[in-house]
């Protein structure tokens, strides 16, 4: 089972921007999707943005498209998520999950998870 650990979130105010990144262990990361997803406080878990394992395709959540890039390295085993025009309805625990390309893009992000990370946006 791949294990996934996420940094890079923080406090930042209206406007600002973080890069998110997702690190994975094991050989085999190019094999498989990635994606990320958020839950902010009180709310269910959402999908932000996923890609395939070449990096060829991205998908979007409408609430991020244009602000959000997501992005991979497979010679680093890591995928990033860079957070533009961060706006305080951003603020979330962001998770990334490692799947099928089309199950993180449906939403429904089984597979692997990783701890999250916590972005916080000040307005």
């Known amino acids: 089972q791949v294990q996934l650990v996420e940094s890079g979130g923080g406090l930042v105010q209206a406007g600002g921007s973080l890069r998110l990144s997702c690190t994975a262990s094991g050989r085999t990361f190019s094999t498989y999707a990635m994606g990320w997803f958020r839950q902010a406080p009180g709310k269910e878990r959402e999908f932000v943005a996923g890609?395939?394992?070449?990096?060829?395709?991205?998908s979007y959540a409408a609430s991020v498209k244009g602000r959000f890039t997501i992005s991979r390295d497979n010679a680093k085993n890591t995928m990033y998520l860079q957070m533009n025009s961060l706006k305080p309805e951003d603020t979330a625990v962001y998770y990334c999950?490692?799947?099928?390309?089309?199950?993180?893009?449906?939403?429904?992000?089984?597979?692997?998870w990783g701890q999250g990370t916590l972005v916080t946006v000040s307005s």
């Open positions: 890609i395939s394992g070449s990096g060829d395709s991205t």
């Open positions: 999950n490692a799947d099928l390309y089309d199950t993180i893009v449906a939403g429904k992000g089984d597979g692997a």
